[in-house]
Nanobody
Framework: QVQLVESGGGLVQAGGSLRLSCAAS????????MAWFRQAPGKEREFVVA???????DYADSVKGRFTISRDNAKDTVYLQMSSLKPEDTAVYYC??????????????????WGQGTQVTVSS
């Protein structure tokens, strides 16, 4: 099993910044993609961004240019730097892991392991 623990959520004013972290532990894989999803109240969970084992990235249009994902493979940790936050970014943010074959794979679905989520609230 893989355990994912997110941290860094909180309350911030519109235009502000937050940095989320997600550390993986437990079973390890030779290579895997990591991603962030979010779920706002009353809405379905949506894809935010993914990063491949080698560092390739794929962003949802709604966060492109404002959010930056990065990872430290030595620490099995993924980070999400969020800037220019908007009230519509308010949601519970989840990190996820998917074992992959290709090092450049940045899937938007099919993730196997999920964290418990961290709340991000952006006030107007």
């Amino acid at each position: 099993q893989v355990q994912l623990v997110e941290s860094g959520g909180g309350l911030v004013q519109a235009g502000g910044s937050l940095r989320l972290s997600c550390a993986a532990s437990g079973r390890t894989f030779s290579r895997y993609a990591m991603a962030w999803f979010r779920q706002a109240p009353g809405k379905e969970r949506e894809f935010v961004v993914a990063i491949s084992w080698s560092g390739s990235t794929d962003y949802a249009d709604s966060v492109k240019g404002r959010f930056t994902i990065s990872r430290d493979n030595a620490k099995d940790t993924v980070y999400l730097q969020m800037s220019s936050l908007k009230p519509e970014d308010t949601a519970v943010y989840y990190c996820a892991v998917k074992p992959t074959i290709a090092t450049i794979s940045t899937p938007r679905s099919g993730y196997t392991y999920w964290g418990q989520g961290t709340q991000v609230t952006v006030s107007s």
